[in-house]
C-alpha cells in the first residue's frame, strides 16, 4: 500500500471511532499526536482505538490526543482533516443540529476533564508549550544542517557548498525571535503579524545605535525571552485600544499605537532585562555543569521523567531554545535523554522478569524500537508506570545516565544538542561540542548504555516485589483479565501523556495507582 493510501486509510479507520465528522470541533497535531476537540466523548470507542495498528495509545487532557508517533502525525492528521471536511460537506444540515445536541450532552464531561487538567501553572506552561512547539520542526532542519556543515568543514570537504549551508543553518535562528512574537500573539489573542513586528526589533541591526541603562544595545540582545515579552506587551495594548479606539480609526490607530509602545518599551526595557536573564541563564547552565556535572546531571536524569508525567518539562522549552540561540546548543537536552535510556532498559528488564506474560512480553517487543529513537510513551504509559517499582527504577537508569553525561561535562567534554525535541538514538544527528563531533559522540553514546545497563539492573532485581511478581508473571492468553481484574492495564493498552496533566486515581497507569504498587 501506498505511504499517502496507508496515511489515508488509518485517518478513515480513526474518525468513525471518535464519533465521525459531526463530533469533532477542532483538529491539530503536536510531534507525536492528533489532537481533537470533540462534542461529545462518550462516542469515542477508547478500546477500538487503541487496537488500531497506528495507534500508540490515548491520553485526555484539554483534548483528546491519540499517539501517532513523530512523522506518522504529520501525514495522518491532513487526511484526517478532509475527511471530516468531507463528511460535514455530505451532511451539512445533520452536522449542525448534532453539533449543537452533541454540544449539550458533552457539556459536563468537558468542564469536568477541563477543571481536572487547567490549573494556573499548567495552562501557562502549555501556552509557553504551544509557542515553542510549532519551531520544532525547524530547529530540528537547522540543527541537522548545522551539525552536516560542521562535519564538512572538519574534513576539507565540499569547500564551495559549506558557505550556503552554514546560511541554510543560520538564517533561521537569527530570526526565531520574530516567529516567537508572531506565535506568542497568536497563542494570547492578539493580532500575530503585530507581535511579529514588535519582536523584530530585537533582531534589527539598528538597535546598535541605541543606548539604553548606559549600554548600546545589541541585535539580538534578549533573544526569545525579549521576543515573548514585548509580543505579550504588545498583545495588551491592542486590545486596549480595540476597546477605546474609535472603529473607524481603529484600522490606522491600533496597529500604530501597538508597535510605537510596545516598541519603545522593547527598546528601552525589554530588551536590556532579558538580555541579562538570558546571559544568567547561560551563565547558570554552564555553571552548574562544570562543578557539579556529575551530580547535576544525576538530579536532572532522574526527575525528567516524572517532570513529563506532571507537564512541568514544558517550562525548559524556552530555556533550550536560549541556550541555543546563545551557545549554537543546549547542554541540557543530552542529560535529559538519557532518562529515555533507563526507560529502555527497565522495559528489557521486565520484558525478562515476566517470561510468562506474553501480552506484556509483546508490547514491549512493539515498542522498544520507538523507545530506542526516543518516543518512550508507549513503555512508560504502556508498562513501567502501571507496575510500580519498575517506573521508579526507570528514573534510576536515567540518574545513572544522566550522571555519566553530566560528568564529562565537568571534565571539560561539552555535550550539547542544536535542536530540541528527539532523543535517543534520534539526538546523533544533532549532537555538538567543544572537542569534536567524534569525542561528543562517543560520550553520548556512553551515556545511552550506562542509562539502559543501570535501568535494566535496577529493574531487574529491585523493579519487582514478590507479590507483584506472582500477580504479573503469569500466562494472560487467551483471557485478558489477569491483569484487568487486579486493577492493571490491559497489556496491550497504552495510556501516554506527554502533558502529564490530569491523572486520575481510578487510572491504573496514573501515579497514584502506581505508588499503591511499589
Not at 451532511?91 to 449539550?104: D, G, M, R, Y
Not at 519603545?264 to 546571559?279: K, N, P, Q, R
Not at 540561540?325 to 529502555?344: D, K, N, R, S, Y
Request: with cysteine; glycine share 14%; proline share 6%.
Amino acid at each position: 500500500m501506498a505511504t499517502e493510501d496507508k496515511n489515508r486509510a488509518t485517518a478513515a479507520a480513526i474518525l468513525p471511532l471518535v464519533g465521525g465528522a459531526a463530533n469533532v470541533s477542532s483538529i491539530a497535531h503536536c510531534m507525536t499526536r492528533l489532537r481533537l476537540g470533540l462534542h461529545d466523548r462518550s462516542l469515542v470507542d477508547d478500546e477500538a482505538l487503541k487496537a488500531l495498528p497506528a495507534v500508540m495509545g490515548v491520553v485526555e487532557d484539554d483534548t483528546y490526543q491519540i499517539v501517532l508517533g513523530p512523522g506518522t502525525v504529520a501525514r495522518v492528521t491532513p487526511e484526517f482533516e478532509q475527511l471530516v471536511e468531507e463528511g460535514r460537506e455530505a451532511a451539512p444540515a445533520q452536522a449542525t443540529v448534532s453539533a449543537e445536541e452533541l454540544a449539550a450532552q458533552g457539556a459536563a464531561i468537558k468542564a469536568q476533564q477541563k477543571a481536572k487538567n487547567a490549573t494556573p501553572f499548567k495552562l501557562f506552561l502549555r501556552r509557553i508549550a504551544n509557542i515553542f512547539v510549532p519551531l520544532i520542526p525547524a530547529l530540528i532542519g537547522c540543527g541537522i544542517i548545522a551539525g552536516l556543515n560542521g562535519l564538512l568543514v572538519n574534513l576539507g570537504w565540499l569547500a564551495g557548498v559549506t558557505p550556503a549551508l552554514a546560511a541554510m543553518a543560520s538564517g533561521f535562528m537569527a530570526l526565531i525571535a520574530v516567529f516567537v512574537g508572531y506565535n506568542t500573539a497568536k497563542e494570547f489573542g492578539g493580532t500575530p503579524i503585530l507581535g511579529g513586528a514588535v519582536a523584530a526589533i530585537i533582531v534589527f541591526p539598528g538597535v546598535a545605535n541605541i543606548d539604553a541603562f548606559g549600554q548600546t544595545l545589541s541585535p539580538g540582545q534578549g533573544g526569545v525571552l525579549g521576543a515573548l515579552g514585548a509580543a505579550v506587551l504588545a498583545v495588551y495594548v491592542e486590545k486596549w485600544c480595540r476597546r477605546w479606539v474609535p472603529e473607524a480609526l481603529d484600522v490606522l490607530v491600533t496597529p500604530t499605537l501597538t508597535v510605537l509602545v510596545s516598541g519603545l518599551v522593547t527598546i528601552f526595557g525589554l530588551m536590556y532585562v532579558a538580555g541579562e536573564v538570558s546571559s544568567a541563564i547561560g551563565t547558570f547552565a554552564d555553571w552548574l555543569l562544570s562543578t557539579g556535572g556529575a551530580g547535576a546531571g544525576f538530579v536532572l536524569g532522574g526527575l525528567f521523567l516524572p517532570l513529563v508525567m506532571l507537564g512541568l518539562h514544558q517550562a525548559l522549552i524556552p530555556i533550550h531554545t536560549t541556550l541555543i540561540e546563545q551557545q549554537g546548543f543546549t547542554v541540557l537536552l543530552p542529560i535529559l535523554a538519557m532518562a529515555g535510556a533507563g526507560q529502555v532498559g527497565a522495559a528489557v528488564a521486565v520484558y525478562f522478569r515476566l517470561p510468562r506474560n506474553e501480552s506484556i512480553r509483546r508490547t514491549i517487543k512493539s515498542a522498544l524500537p520507538a523507545g530506542l529513537l526516543g518516543v518512550g510513551e508507549p513503555l512508560i504509559y504502556g508498562v513501567s508506570l502501571p507496575l510500580g517499582r519498575p517506573f521508579i527504577t526507570a528514573c534510576v537508569g536515567g540518574a545513572f545516565g544522566g550522571g555519566f553525561v553530566g560528568l564529562f561535562n565537568q571534565l571539560g567534554d561539552t555535550v550539547g544538542s542544536t535542536a530540541i525535541g528527539p532523543s535517543g538514538w534520534a539526538l546523533f544527528p544533532l549532537l555538538d561540542g567543544n572537542h569534536g563531533l567524534g569525542s561528543t559522540i562517543t560520550i553520548y553514546a556512553g551515556g545511552l548504555l550506562v542509562g539502559y545497563v543501570a535501568g535494566f539492573v535496577a529493574t531487574y532485581f529491585f523493579g519487582f516485589s514478590k507479590d507483584l511478581l506472582t500477580e504479573f508473571n503469569v500466562s494472560q492468553e487467551p483471557a485478558v483479565s489477569t491483569v484487568a481484574a487486579t486493577g492493571g492495564p490491559h497489556p496491550t493498552t497504552t495510556k501516554p501523556d506527554a502533558g502529564g496533566p490530569g491523572e486520575d486515581p481510578s487510572d491504573p497507569g496514573s501515579p497514584e495507582k502506581a505508588s499503591a504498587r511499589v
